[in-house]
């Protein structure tokens, strides 16, 4: 985006023991790789959960962390939703270890307005609460999730194999394109 700052939006699972080390991995060696500020979100740093939303609609590109419960979560569905509705592009992170399953989310996510009350009964209530009803999200989300290509993070990796995931990375942030939403 010419001179302006690279602001990226990562979430994924609050601050979870599955996600920890991707999320760890990424602040140790991202600020290296990027010469322009970055900031991750996360529920733990912020006063209300709204100011999710306003973080995302101020980044360049969001990044998703691929784990096993991630599209469970209202609030990154939420994000995710906000990020492609307003045409910002979104980068998948495969989380090696972390149980994504691309043909389960794919499925999940053409489902999403019975799948998403099975996984988590509250869900659906916060998405509506926020402008986001179930069905449109789902179409949104399915049209672009399965789309993204994804960067593997084998955050167990040595640090220089994480170098090189985060620079393959830091590629697919800057050459990242927004897909149309229906």
């Known amino acids: 985006t010419g001179e302006a700052a690279t602001r990226i939006a990562t979430r994924c699972q ?3 023991r599955q996600v920890t080390p991707p999320t760890n991995a ?10 322009h500020p970055f900031y ?6 912020l006063g209300d959960l709204r100011e999710l939303i306003g973080r995302v609609l101020d980044s360049d590109v969001v990044v998703l962390l691929q ?14 939703y906000a990020a492609a509705t307003a045409g910002i592009p979104i980068v998948a992170l495969a989380c090696s270890g972390k ?4 043909a389960a989310a ?5 489902h999403l307005d019975t799948s998403l009350p099975a996984a ?14 179930v069905l449109r ?8 999730l399965p789309n993204i290509i994804s960067v593997p993070l084998n955050s167990s990796g040595s640090e220089n194999v994480i170098r090189v995931a985060v620079a393959d990375l830091v590629k697919a942030m800057q050459r990242a394109n927004a897909i149309p939403v229906p």
């Not at 991750?40 to 740093?45: G, L, P, W």
């Not at 784990?67 to 995710?80: I, K, Y």
């Not at 149980?99 to 691309?102: A, P, R, S, T, V």
């Open 40 to 45: 991750i979100t996360d529920s733990d740093n």
């Open 106 to 110: 794919e499925d999940y996510l053409l």
């Open 137 to 144: 999200v789902a179409q949104v989300l399915w049209a672009c």
């Open 67 to 80: 784990s096993e419960e991630v599209l469970f979560r209202p609030w990154c569905l939420l994000e995710l």
């Open 99 to 102: 149980g994504y399953d691309f």
């Open 120 to 133: 988590n009964p509250s869900a659906a209530g916060v998405l509506e609460a926020n402008d986001a009803p």
């Open 26 to 35: 990424l602040v140790a060696v991202l600020p290296d790789a990027l010469s």
């Open 14 to 16: 609050s601050i979870s």
